[in-house]
DNA sequence: CTATTTTTTTCGAGCCTCGAATTAAAGAGG
DNA sequence: CCTCTTTAATTCGAGGCTCGAAAAAAATAG
């Protein structure tokens, strides 16, 4: 709105259009990306040749194909691997995984480490972060793939203006300042993301179809967490990522939360929530800091068999959890949900009990236009948001601006 | 993101630009210009020239000023006020008014009338409208000036897309399609928005410093209602004008709201809802559908004297807009909140209660950080706010592109 | 070996912004 | 009253960018 534009601006936006074409479609000829972006033939040259001398993107003959249309045959351009690399990192609860990424999207190293976050000083949890990146980048030096960018995928909150960890239940430290340490270390940009929110864009990119412009990802599983997308458009908050579903309040002066407040819809519907239920437990019972998937399992199991207090408590789960997106529903307008993570697998025991909450609530008006959806893996998910993610990143800030190093970039190994 | 950038789009912008900082500041320099916008003087020169070739700016020679500098003095150029007019229509409970604006912002005609919303008919609503329109669109007429735009500002809920209010207190019907008809009578595009929107651009406009990238407005009326600025934007739903603050769930199956259902925030903090619960009403009787805004501040007043039902009914009130208040600040961060209309007047009575509520939800972090405003009357406000965004549909949509007839406006009288 | 078909590149026209130089319009001072 | 100084605004050429039309390239068909 504020912004003045200047005449490269235009190409700019341009360059990104057409990474943006070819990170979607893998392969386009250059008549293919004239059609898809809408360039004339004439810009799609300009642009293409610009960008296979930078070495970003690369033509892919195809000597195989054997060319079954009359005409000079298309020539396939596809992202060049070696262009750069990118580092995903997913830090969850007693978890530590990394990921080094080549330009295409195509993984050359991972690496995973089991850690007892919860009693990790803030000290050891960026030292074990930078340890792993650091295996990641000296690997990324013997093949001589350059890192352009490092992305943090955390469950909690995160600060996308200081790039920190503002606070988490898989650590009793608030604000670890992930992204200045990181940097300092390699001298590479680092972000740091919410879990959900990288959830959120990895729905979007697997099935365009269904998660296009307006879509809530929510994530069940030990807490509640979300990833919204709203005009095509990952939300987040006007500082912090920000949407915090599941601390939401559900009932004033509820049952004990993880977070130390009270009656927030985690309280209710995640894991250790609905185990406490489950067992009968008193609502104001401190949360147990883990609970095996394999328990909630069986409480479901049970619950499906027949009355009970474990039927209750995931009613109680699935009347939080509707209510929650009735009261989100009355700030966005409905949208389909994927309900993603193990907690996911109840759904059948969750569906109606949300559906009853949300007909209670404004969102209610619209509710034959709902569909719910479930993907119950989400550690894969996050991984792939995060680290395309990252690669968009380098995508529009980095090989947009022409002023970048012409050649130089071709000293890929073999 | 998907948008294919031309060359002339970068004039339209910065043609946006330019028209924008006029609209903030009434009065510029060319030179002033280049330094508010950024654009080189060479550049600002080009565009003001064209404008003024295309009668949308005008130079405003002032005689008196004497000019204090040494050096050429600057001319100041400004919004021409016969370049365009554009109506905004407010409607709300048992009012309907509207307003023939000039392009600068000054008010040409004014017209009100009083009508009976609740009892009329779906079309006697849109030809009340349509009535008053065309008597402004008569006077504009005979004066020579083009109405370009009509913007409607409604109480309740509307869709951005049809441009119809989806639902709405001062109506039983639902999905009135008030854009669509005034079209057709008189060519002249419609949009429809939300009155608490309304409000959030007045106050953006304004007070620019308060109110500038993040604020929330809340309007403290029969009912609650919210618009909400988020990262300097209008926050809007992925269809409908959205923010409906008030029907957020506060109390699952609590107090009958007026919208039907129970447990709203609105069933706790809306007039009818303070006034229910001082008189201890059951919380189930149907919502009275107008409470006088004296009963109210007598209540306030009751509740300021002495400890009774008076009291706990704003306590209840304010709980409820606290805990509504927290709830959204988990999804948005918190952020400065400005209350609006004439419930705010009992803000002493309200702010400890909200403050408390808030703090017991996940917004209470930065509780320090919040800071609540009052502007007791909304009419101006829901006014200022609709021409406002009248103009800037003219200006962004209109005046952006080129191909506008070069004169032919300069047909003013005398 | 030539004609046809399809893809890609080349080239000139027409935008746009910017910096430098130029012109315009005042006050200051003798 | 005339000239110098200062500030504002315009003009002009350079350098981008996109686009359409024409040309070149690279295959198949006959």
Redesign the interface.
């Known amino acids: 709105?504020?912004?003045?534009?200047?005449?490269d601006?235009?190409r700019r936006?341009?360059r990104?259009?057409v990474l943006?074409a070819l990170r979607d479609h893998e392969q386009l000829s250059r008549t293919g990306l004239h059609r898809r972006?809408?360039?004339s033939p004439s810009t799609v040259s300009a642009i293409t040749s610009d960008l296979i001398m930078e070495a970003i993107l690369r033509e892919q003959r195809d000597p195989d194909m054997p060319a079954t249309r009359r005409g000079r045959p298309q020539v396939a351009l596809g992202l060049n691997p070696d262009a750069a690399a990118i580092i995903a990192v997913v830090l969850s609860l007693n978890s530590l995984s990394a990921s080094l990424i080549d330009y295409s999207g195509g993984i050359i190293v991972d690496r995973q480490a089991r850690l007892e976050t919860l009693g990790m000083t803030r000290r050891e949890l960026v030292a074990a972060a930078q340890a792993m990146i650091g295996e990641l980048v000296d690997h990324s030096a013997r093949t001589g793939a350059r890192v352009l960018r490092i992305a943090f995928a955390v469950q909690g909150i995160t600060d996308s203006v200081a790039r920190t960890m503002l606070?988490s239940p898989i650590s009793p430290h608030s604000d670890v300042a992930f992204a200045d340490a990181i940097e300092d270390a390699f001298g590479i940009p680092v972000t740091v993301e919410n879990d959900c929110n990288m959830i959120a864009v990895a729905l979007q990119a697997r099935d365009s179809e269904r998660y296009r412009?307006?879509f809530i990802a929510v994530l069940l599983s030990h807490g509640i967490g979300m990833g919204l997308v709203?005009?095509?458009?990952l939300f987040t908050?006007?500082?912090?990522s920000?949407?915090?579903?599941g601390?939401?309040?559900?009932?004033?002066?509820g049952a004990l939360c993880r977070?130390g407040?009270?009656?927030?819809v985690e309280a209710y519907a995640g894991s250790y929530a609905i185990w406490r239920a489950a067992l009968c437990h008193d609502p104001d019972e401190t949360p147990a800091s883990d609970v095996p998937e394999q328990e909630i399992a069986s409480l479901a199991h049970r619950a499906r068999e027949r009355d009970g207090p474990e039927r209750r408590a995931f009613d109680k789960a699935g009347?939080a959890i509707g209510?929650g997106l009735?009261?989100?529903f009355?700030?966005?307008?409905p949208?389909p949900v994927a309900f993603v993570g193990h907690g996911a697998q109840a759904i059948d025991l969750l569906e109606d009990p949300i559906r009853r909450?949300i007909a209670?609530?404004?969102g209610?008006?619209h509710d034959a236009a709902l569909t719910f959806l479930v993907e119950p893996n989400e550690a894969p998910l996050i991984r792939e948001g995060c680290a395309l993610r990252a690669l968009t990143y380098v995508d529009r800030e980095i090989f947009s601006g022409s002023p970048a190093q012409p050649s130089d970039a071709r000293q890929d190994v073999a």
Chains 1, 2 share one sequence.
């Open positions: 709105m504020t912004a003045i534009a200047r005449s601006d235009v936006q341009n990104r259009l943006g972006t809408g360039l606070w412009d307006n709203i005009k095509g458009d908050g006007t500082r912090s920000a949407g915090e579903f601390h939401m309040n559900h009932v004033p002066d977070c407040r009270h009656g927030c009347e209510f009735g009261s989100l009355a700030l966005i307008d949208a909450a209670k609530t404004a209610g008006q």
